[in-house]
């Protein structure tokens, strides 16, 4: 099993919006990527309490069991929920009013230790499938998201994505006709042919797989998406944890990010994700891996977490049927 974590910077260089419907453009702009680094110093209380004072945000202090019990009230049906633990998405409601929530530093310890950031396949609102996308599917393998915020990217600014089974978010329309493999980016024959705007963490032709008898996690498989908004200002329990959880692991894995703090995430997760072309065994050689974005619309942070690769190519790509190794 193969596991491992990546951070980048996307910065905003062009004063351009995008929406869905917007021309194309050139992804060869200006961009900025640096590599992590872990040479900053760990969250402390007074930082946090500092942050928020100058973002007009809840507070980040310790709380007593008062709190505790208090801050647990407003989950109406999610009396003893917990983030690390519950495959139950919170509902919307949750995220209005209510009691201000404090996580303690020791709490901020779990979260972080943690490899993958939260997806649920059960509650929220809706068809109980939590962040599950039931629509992707092999017979329709993307689904368009819009943000309802500006995401800047290579120096232009989205507000939407659509996600896709095959391992990558997309801001416009691919090629009309992908060459042979290995692809190879940018485009050469750009503006002629489509230069997709794209974060692809891993990008291969994909199928949705099946839980081992060994899997610990048994959600489902498949793609999960989930959007955290207007997180500078939310004083629930699961928006106090992500803002302060992406603060962190941000400022500490990218150098220059020291006062960043995230407005908005997005988090995607690809979940027992298996090969196109395989046999039916090959089902259960799957890859988990995740993309969290995170931005201040001003600056894009994007983490690629790779919780467990087994296979690397589909059969397209001369991967083999069972295992998908080779190409």
């Known amino acids: 099993m193969c596991k491992f974590k990546l951070v980048f ?77 519950s495959r139950y998405a919170p509902p919307q409601e949750s995220q209005r009013g209510g009691i201000p929530y404090y996580v303690t530093e020791q709490r901020l310890r779990e979260i972080r230790k ?67 493999y290995p692809l190879v980016f940018p485009v050469k024959d750009w503006p002629k042919m489509n230069d997709p705007s794209f974060m692809g963490i891993f990008f291969s032709k994909c199928r949705i797989g099946s839980l081992r ?41 990218m150098i220059g990010a020291e006062t960043f703090n995230p407005k908005h995430a997005i988090i995607v997760t690809w979940k027992n994700i298996s090969f196109a072309g395989g046999i039916p065994q090959a089902l259960y050689t799957t890859n988990t891996f995740q993309l969290v974005l995170a931005t201040d619309e001003v600056f894009t942070y994007a983490i690629f977490n790779y919780l467990d690769l087994q296979w690397t190519s589909h059969t397209e790509a001369l991967g083999d049927t069972l295992k998908g190794e080779g190409g």
Request: glycine residues 6%; charged residues 30%; contains cysteine.
């Open 9 to 85: 910077l996307f910065l905003l260089t062009v004063p351009c919006v995008f929406g869905q419907d917007d021309q194309e453009h050139n992804p060869n702009d200006e961009v900025e990527l640096t590599a992590t680094h872990n040479g900053h110093p760990g969250p402390s209380i007074q930082d946090s309490q500092d942050d928020a004072k100058r973002n007009e945000q809840p507070p980040f202090k310790p709380r007593n069991q008062h709190d505790v019990d208090e801050s647990n009230a407003k989950y109406t049906d999610y009396t003893n929920w917990d983030s690390l633990t």
């Open 114 to 180: 943690e490899f993958m950031y939260w997806y649920f396949d059960l509650g929220g609102d809706g068809d109980n499938i939590g962040d599950w996308q039931k629509t992707i599917q092999s017979s329709s393998p993307q689904v368009h998201k819009n943000l309802n915020f500006q995401l800047p990217f290579f120096g232009f600014r989205f507000n939407y994505t659509r996600v896709s089974i095959n391992g990558y978010l997309e801001f416009s329309d691919p090629p009309e006709n992908y060459p042979a």
């Open 213 to 253: 008898t060994e899997d610990l996690d048994r959600r489902k498989p498949g793609v999960y998406f989930r959007l955290e908004r207007d997180l500078q200002t939310r004083i629930d329990q699961l928006g106090v944890e992500m803002r302060e959880r992406v603060k962190w692991d941000i400022r500490e894995g």
